[in-house]
C-alpha cells in the first residue's frame, strides 16, 4: 500500500509513465466499463485535460484514508480511458470509461489541488489463452448475463472464447469483497483466474431461489 508523498521523478524508469489517479472504492478490470459521476474541481480538471488529450488516467482502489487527506492505495491499478461523456441536469459531469491494460504504482504524490499522480509501471497484458473446454458453460452463462445487463456492456467488445476476458467479466460482476476483486485483478494467469470465480459462481447459482 502506498501513500502520498514526494519522490525523485528523475528517476522514474525507462518503460514507465506518469498518470492522473483517481482513488475509488471499486475495481476496474480491463476490458469492463467504468460508469462515474465526477463534481469535484480536481476531477474535472482531470477529465477535460484527458478529453482533450485523448489520455488516460488510472484507477486504483483506495484501501483506506481519505481523497482529500492521507489515502493509503493498493500497488495495482488500471488504466482507463473515456470513451462517452454527458453533462446533468443537475450540472455534474457523467462519464464512462473502459479499462485497459494495469499498471504496477511505484510512486505517487499529491498535487496542490488534491490530485493524485503515480509514477507507474505499465503491466503486460495477459497472455490470450483459449477458453478450456470445462468453462464453455461459464462463458454460455456470460453471453446472458452481459445481454441482460444492457446499455453499459453494449458498445464494449466480446471475446467469449477468451479466457482472460471472460474470467474478468465474471470478477468484476460478481458479488465479492473488494479485497478479493483486487486479488482476481493481481492475477497473472487467466486460467488461475477462471479456476478461483468458478466455485464463488457455482455458491451464488446454488442459492439462487428457483
Known amino acids: ?14 518503460g514507465s509513465a506518469t498518470l492522473p489517479l483517481f482513488p475509488l472504492r471499486t475495481v476496474l478490470f480491463p476490458g469492463g466499463p467504468l460508469p462515474l459521476r465526477v ?6 480538471d482531470m477529465i477535460s485535460a484527458c478529453l482533450r ?7 486504483i482502489l483506495l484501501r483506506d484514508g481519505s ?6 492505495l493498493v500497488e495495482v491499478g488500471t488504466c482507463a480511458r473515456i470513451t462517452d461523456w454527458y453533462q446533468g441536469s443537475d450540472g455534474i459531469l457523467g462519464i464512462t470509461a473502459v479499462g485497459g491494460g494495469r499498471f504496477r504504482l ?3 504524490s499529491q498535487q496542490a489541488d488534491g490530485l493524485y499522480v503515480g509514477d507507474v509501471l ?15 458453460s461459464m462463458a454460455a452463462l456470460l453471453r446472458t448475463i452481459i445481454d441482460d445487463l444492457g446499455k453499459l456492456y453494449e458498445p464494449l467488445p466480446r471475446a467469449y472464447e477468451d479466457a482472460a476476458w471472460v ?3 465474471f470478477a468484476e460482476i460478481l458479488p465479492m469483497e473488494l479485497e478479493d476483486k483486487q486479488r482476481c485483478l493481481e492475477i497473472d494467469d487467466p486460467l488461475e483466474l477462471l479456476r478461483v470465480v468458478r466455485p464463488l ?9 428457483q
Not at 1 to 14: K, L, Q
Not at 53 to 59: A, I, P
Not at 67 to 72: D, L, S
Not at 122 to 136: K, M
Open 1 to 14: 500500500m502506498y501513500s502520498p508523498g514526494m519522490g525523485n521523478r528523475a528517476s522514474t524508469p525507462s
Open 39 to 44: 463534481f469535484e474541481p480536481r476531477y474535472l
Open 53 to 59: 488529450q485523448d489520455s488516460e488516467f488510472g484507477v
Open 67 to 72: 481523497e482529500t487527506g492521507v489515502a493509503r
Open 106 to 108: 511505484r510512486e505517487v
Open 122 to 136: 505499465r503491466l503486460p497484458p495477459l497472455p490470450p489463452v483459449p477458453l478450456p473446454e470445462e468453462y464453455r
Open 167 to 169: 474470467g474478468a467479466r
Open 201 to 209: 459462481l457455482q455458491s451464488i447459482r446454488r442459492e439462487r431461489p
